[in-house]
């Protein structure tokens, strides 16, 4: 068994199956030394087998790289193989560095920049552990954002220090996540370092997995572009602060219509259900599923949906839902009531990337719109129109051509690029959307389109000039509305783009043979 492991990784090795496995070996290592401390391994330990786990996890991993993988690096000229290899090793040195900072959130010069308070402060996981928490002892707050920073919090609630405590902002279902991290453990750090190690794992493993199922020349371009997304401020501020974003909305949903696509509609279902429930915008996707008339993947998401409401109401009783329904608390988040607090602050205006915070930024730019929260309204709702035509458009096209060509690697990316537009749009039909973490999707979505194009020098600038400055960020209203609106723009175009349906590049000299098909599935 040995021997033959170690034939296939001495057959597979060269420097561009090792930079893969260096990605991965290099994200996928902290995971294990962070399990380990967990479980309270002493540092020696921890440091002798977290670097036999990495040894070990080369010596497998180089075998499974993708010989199109290598061979899309390989045929590159030497400056873009060295621009390559940059993110790569950025990611391994950031992220190494970041897992000092989940084991300790004392350590603040781990973090990825010490001097941000919000990057310091902030994490997410505390509004999901203290909302299941809150949700099993006094669920008649669950909803009341005072109940989480009043001073007898921690009388039911775990301590967060250093770090602030958030309030949970989310459908009732979603509570049975956090309710099953809390069977490992009630203690916030050891669950803020587990939670850490299994989003950074499960991201990384998605994110491959789909540019593997892709295949072909447009699945070699995603993979190798996919540390570019990861070195990207958005993603990596992302696992900092533990958003359940790209996690769910992105890695899960995509992953689901893959799923899809391969009759594998339960299992499609029940992570698309849970998308739902928790972020509730990848409902937008069910309108996808129903113009192409795709019912069993529709019927099984609807039956997971049913079966997440039932177990939440097992688990935590009616309480729950009679306030996020019979209270309109629904309402009151749909329509930015439950937000005002959150926008009055002129940092959160700027970072604000929805249609809803435009007025926002006309106050700030000088226009004296008045109160701002009625034209929020109306923008959202035309953008929330113009979102479901392009779904219903994107969706036809799409079912059309698959009905008259054999789906192959460019078509699955054509389809990935539409998933992740339409998912980026979504997210922004709430009032408060982020740049931090809903901007992730828009770049992975130009990763994939970039194996569509054709590599001349005038697309790859366009294409990598619109990257960098949705990856960006400063405070400055002009930038944030350019952002904003080229994010938008990219979104349809792309999306609309790639339904139609993108001109195959031009074929090498000397090529001629077909596409190779993806090896194994998502």
């Known amino acids: 068994m040995i021997a033959t492991v170690w034939s296939r990784f001495r057959g597979s090795l060269d420097y561009y199956s090792a930079m893969f496995a260096v990605f991965a070996v290099g994200v996928l290592a902290p995971v294990v030394m962070i399990v380990l401390a967990v479980a309270g391994a002493p540092n020696i330990l921890v440091a002798v087998l977290g670097i036999a786990c990495a040894a070990v996890l080369f010596v497998i991993g180089v075998p499974l790289v993708p010989a199109e993988w290598r061979e899309m690096v390989r045929t590159k000229k030497i400056w873009v193989r060295v621009l390559w290899s940059v993110p790569i090793v950025l990611v391994v040195a950031l992220l190494a560095r970041l897992t000092q900072f989940i084991l300790d959130a004392h350590n603040t010069d781990a973090s990825l920049s010490p001097d941000d308070d919000f990057l310091v402060k902030k994490t997410h996981l505390s509004g999901y552990i203290s909302g299941a928490l809150v949700a099993e002892h006094d669920p008649a707050d669950l909803y009341n954002r005072h109940r989480y920073d009043s001073p007898d919090a921690d009388s039911v609630l775990p301590g967060v220090a250093p770090q602030d405590r958030d309030a949970y902002l989310y459908p009732p279902p979603f509570l049975l996540l956090p309710r099953l991290l809390l069977l490992f453990s009630h203690d916030f750090a050891t669950l803020r370092a587990?939670?850490?190690?299994?989003?950074?794992?499960?991201?990384?493993?998605?994110?491959?997995?789909?540019?593997?199922?892709?295949?072909?020349?447009?699945?070699?371009?995603?993979?190798?572009?996919?540390?570019?997304?990861?070195?990207?401020?958005?993603?990596?501020?992302t696992l900092q602060i533990g958003n359940i974003h790209v996690l769910v909305l992105y890695v899960g949903v995509v992953g689901a219509m893959v799923l899809f696509e391969l009759r594998r509609n339960v299992l499609g279902g029940a992570a698309l259900a849970f998308a739902i429930v928790a972020k509730v915008s990848p409902a937008i996707l069910v309108v996808y599923l129903l113009a192409q008339r795709?019912?069993?993947?529709?019927?099984?998401?609807?039956?997971?949906?049913?079966?997440?409401?039932?177990?939440?109401?097992?688990?935590?009783?009616?309480?729950?839902?009679?306030?996020?329904?019979?209270?309109?608390?629904?309402?009151?988040?749909?329509?930015?009531?439950?937000?005002?607090?959150?926008?009055?602050?002129?940092?959160?205006?700027?970072?604000?990337?929805?249609?809803?915070?435009?007025?926002?930024?006309?106050?700030?730019?000088?226009?004296?719109?008045?109160?701002?929260?009625?034209?929020?309204?109306?923008?959202?709702?035309?953008?929330?129109?113009?979102?479901?035509?392009?779904?219903?458009?994107?969706?036809?096209?799409?079912?059309?051509?698959?009905?008259?060509?054999?789906?192959?690697?460019?078509?699955?990316?054509?389809?990935?690029?539409?998933?992740?537009?339409?998912?980026?749009?979504?997210?922004?039909?709430?009032?408060?959307?982020?740049?931090?973490?809903?901007?992730v999707g828009a770049l992975w979505m130009l990763a994939a389109y970039a194996g569509l194009m054709r590599a001349t020098a005038r697309n790859v600038a366009a294409l990598t000039v619109v990257w960098l400055i949705l990856a960006l960020y400063t405070e400055n209203v002009y930038f944030t509305l350019i952002a904003q609106f080229l994010m938008y723009l990219a979104c349809f175009a792309l999306a609309l783009r790639a339904a139609n349906g993108t001109e195959p590049a031009e074929t090498p000299s000397g090529a001629g043979k077909p596409e190779p098909q993806p090896i194994g599935a998502a």
């Open 194 to 237: 587990l939670w850490y190690s299994l989003y950074v794992a499960a991201v990384l493993i998605g994110m491959l997995a789909i540019a593997r199922w892709i295949g072909g020349r447009q699945g070699a371009v995603l993979a190798a572009l996919t540390p570019a997304v990861w070195i990207s401020l958005p993603t990596l501020a």
């Open 294 to 439: 795709r019912w069993k993947p529709a019927l099984w998401t609807g039956a997971w949906c049913g079966i997440y409401s039932a177990a939440t109401y097992l688990v935590f009783g009616w309480e729950p839902w009679r306030q996020f329904l019979a209270d309109g608390t629904w309402k009151r988040l749909a329509s930015g009531e439950f937000h005002q607090w959150v926008l009055e602050q002129r940092s959160n205006q700027l970072v604000n990337y929805s249609p809803f915070g435009l007025p926002y930024k006309a106050n700030i730019m000088g226009w004296d719109i008045g109160d701002p929260t009625g034209p929020a309204r109306l923008i959202t709702n035309v953008y929330t129109l113009l979102l479901v035509v392009l779904v219903a458009v994107t969706a036809l096209r799409l079912r059309r051509r698959a009905a008259a060509v054999t789906a192959g690697p460019r078509f699955r990316a054509e389809q990935v690029v539409v998933w992740l537009a339409v998912l980026t749009l979504a997210s922004f039909r709430a009032p408060f959307g982020p740049w931090v973490y809903i901007t």
